[in-house]
């Protein structure tokens, strides 16, 4: 079974910079879409950024585009999400998630969801 683990939430002062990490396991193969989500509270859901492993393309919203970068370590079968200059409306759980076919940040067809990690900026 696919199952995804977020680490590297914590608090921040704004303009810091924190990275998350999410640790992907029981993919037979090794191309698939992982993608950063993350929701506020009384907020809907955010699409923040997505790699498609595979290829290697990446994706961004708008809001965090240039402050974030979003790599993988296939060796280790991992996601990060590096985020920089950090702003107070950044705090949100964040949630990573896989599938096995997206478009952009929109993820399409078997998907997975992590648990989540905090990330609070003050």
């Known amino acids: 079974d696919v199952q995804l683990v977020e680490s590297g939430g914590g608090s921040v002062q704004a303009g810091g910079s924190l990275r998350l990490a999410c640790a992907v396991s029981?993919?037979?193969?090794?191309?698939?879409?992982l993608g950063w989500f993350r929701q506020a509270p009384g907020k809907e859901r955010e699409g923040v950024a997505a790699?498609?492993?595979?290829?290697?393309?990446?994706y961004y919203a708008d809001s965090v585009k240039g402050r974030s970068t979003i790599s993988q370590n296939n060796a280790i079968n991992t996601v990060y999400l590096q985020m920089n200059n950090l702003k107070p409306e950044d705090s949100a759980m964040y949630y990573c998630?896989?599938?096995?076919?997206?478009?952009?940040?929109?993820?399409?067809?078997?998907?997975?969801w992590g648990q989540g990690t905090q990330v609070t900026v003050s």
């Open positions: 998630a896989s599938a096995t076919s997206c478009h952009g940040i929109e993820l399409v067809e078997g998907i997975r």
């Open positions: 029981g993919y037979t193969y090794s191309s698939y879409c």
């Open positions: 790699i498609y492993t595979g290829g290697g393309n990446t």
